[in-house]
């Protein structure tokens, strides 16, 4: 019993400098290359997407980042989070990597998520004329003042620019991220679960 106690300890100290060193050298963009491949682009699954009435709603009835990061949410069912080409991890804090066809993974310029919810944007902005030609004919003061309180409100309402987008991709970051390294380290977490198992009763050594 005392052996095997030794023995395991050896292989657990083992496997830690394994896993420090696997921190060390852990490329994320070639971990996704090898183990990540989406039916679908990037941009492809984006343009795909439709925004709908809900989260139009979503916007004027809460706020504009409430609403985005509602509609995210649904472009991104986390259901089907294995096939996201958009992918983010604790270990990089809001950063976003994402997949083209053609090239590969690469991480995600601010830009390029500006562009995403500018994309949503503009289909608000379209809904949102759909509800004033549907309202056209009910003129009167109150109309107007909600019209162009919808208006601010799809258009980013009056906080800061700059500080509206980092708190949307702060909410997107939460909703999407996983642990890369539960993810490449699935030899660390086999290990444990079987010494956690063996040390709570649940397996036994024969001698």
């Given at each position: ?72 949410q649904k472009m991104f069912p986390i ?92 909410n997107l970051y939460d909703y999407l991220?996983y642990n890369y390294l539960i993810l ?24």
């Open positions: 019993m005392v052996q095997q106690v030794h023995t395991l300890k050896g292989e657990l100290d083992d496997l830690k400098m394994w896993v420090q060193k696997q921190k060390r050298k852990c490329n994320i963009i070639d971990w996704l290359e090898k183990s990540c491949v989406p039916t679908i682009g990037y941009q492809e699954w984006v343009n795909a997407f439709v925004v709908k009435q809900d989260h139009l709603d979503k916007v004027l009835r809460n706020s504009y980042i409430e609403g985005i990061t509602y509609t995210f259901e089907h989070n294995e096939d996201f080409p958009i992918k983010c991890f604790e270990q990089k804090q809001n950063v976003f990597y994402i997949y083209e066809k053609e090239s590969g993974w690469k991480y995600m310029h601010p830009g390029e998520f500006e562009s995403m919810v500018l994309k949503v944007q503009k289909q608000l902005i379209s809904l949102l004329k759909l509800w004033e030609k549907n309202n056209k004919n009910k003129a009167s003061n109150q109309n107007y003042e909600l019209y162009f309180k919808y208006v601010t409100k799809v258009m980013g309402g009056k906080q800061n620019q700059e500080l509206t987008q980092k708190k949307i991709v702060s991220k490449y380290n699935k030899n660390y977490i086999t290990f444990f679960s079987f010494l956690f198992g063996w040390a709570s009763g649940k397996r036994s050594f024969e001698f």
